[in-house]
């Protein structure tokens, strides 16, 4: 399947907007960890109910959606999801203590994709998924599934994490990074410009100071031919053609 990516924004502390992402590209080095977007523009009632990651995600979705985001089908895909939510609940469960309702309900792993709905008035078909180390790789995959039943209806990739609580941090293998990643996903005719993604055998990891979602917004960025995604169990090969 040849595929189009248009209208592409994403967010990371001190990394917001076309000139700063181009530039990044340019030098990429390693992102931090604190901060949050602004995303004044939704209703504050909705801006209550949104934790660090949702507002990352819900801020990169609304800027590649633009006028069709009420529309589009869409894929939400975290590695962590919110547990810097869920762990303090368990550790309240644990203590036989009380839960919050409010960050009960929002300690799943579609709480972006079911506020999003709310939010944009959108209830198009949703998936929200987590993948490991393939992540961003499964997210265009997920994509492509909803492209392969409607060929000619973009669909909405949205891929964000943020570092998990310290308890968890002896395990994380990845680089400590907020960040976001959103853009449509479009199938195009074969012949036509576009992208393609191919699986290979494992390779082995390759270890930066960014994730690999960054990575591909690098490659992109500067127009480049070829990128590999090591993962656990494949490779995912993405070449621009």
Same mark, same amino acid.
């Given at each position: #399947? ?11 502390? $001190?990394?917001?907007? +076309?000139?700063?992402? &181009?530039?990044?590209? *340019?030098?990429?080095? *390693?992102? $931090? ?5 602004? !995303?004044?523009?939704? /209703? ?11 507002? #990352? #995600?819900?801020? @990169? ?5 633009? @006028?069709?985001? $009420?529309?589009?089908? &869409? ?14 609940? !368990? ?9 919050? /309702? ?7 792993? &579609? ?8 939010? =944009? ?22 994509? #492509?599934?909803?492209? =392969?039943?409607?060929?000619? *209806? ?25 960040? =976001?990643?959103?853009? *449509?996903?479009?199938?195009?005719? $074969?012949? =036509? /410009? ?17 994730? +690999? @979602? ?28």
């Amino acid at each position: #399947m040849r595929l189009a990516i248009s209208r592409l924004a994403a967010w990371a502390p $001190g990394v917001d907007g +076309d000139a700063a992402w &181009n530039a990044w590209a *340019e030098a990429p080095h *390693e992102l $931090g960890a604190e901060g949050a977007p602004d !995303i004044s523009a939704l /209703p504050a009632l909705l801006r209550r109910r949104c934790n660090r990651l949702t507002r #990352m #995600m819900l801020h @990169t979705a609304f800027a590649a959606a633009g @006028t069709r985001v $009420g529309t589009l089908r &869409n894929v939400f895909a975290s590695r962590h999801g919110v547990l810097n939510d869920t762990l303090p609940l !368990i550790e309240l469960a644990a203590r036989c203590e009380r839960l919050s /309702p409010m960050r009960f309900s929002h300690s799943v792993h &579609n709480t972006q994709a079911g506020l999003f709905s709310l939010a =944009a008035e959108n209830r198009a078909a949703s998936s929200s998924l987590g993948a490991s180390e393939s992540l961003f790789a499964s997210a265009v995959l997920e994509g #492509m599934t909803l492209l =392969a039943r409607r060929p000619k *209806e973009a669909v909405l990739v949205v891929v964000g994490d943020e570092p998990p609580p310290a308890l968890l941090a002896p395990w994380v293998d990845e680089p400590q990074t907020a960040f =976001a990643v959103a853009f *449509e996903l479009e199938r195009v005719p $074969g012949d =036509a /410009p576009g992208l393609d993604l191919q699986l290979r055998p494992a390779t082995g990891r390759v270890r930066r100071a960014w994730p +690999d @979602t960054l990575e591909f917004v690098r490659f992109w960025l500067r127009g480049e031919s070829e990128l590999v995604l090591a993962g656990d169990r494949h490779d995912a090969v993405f070449q621009r053609h």
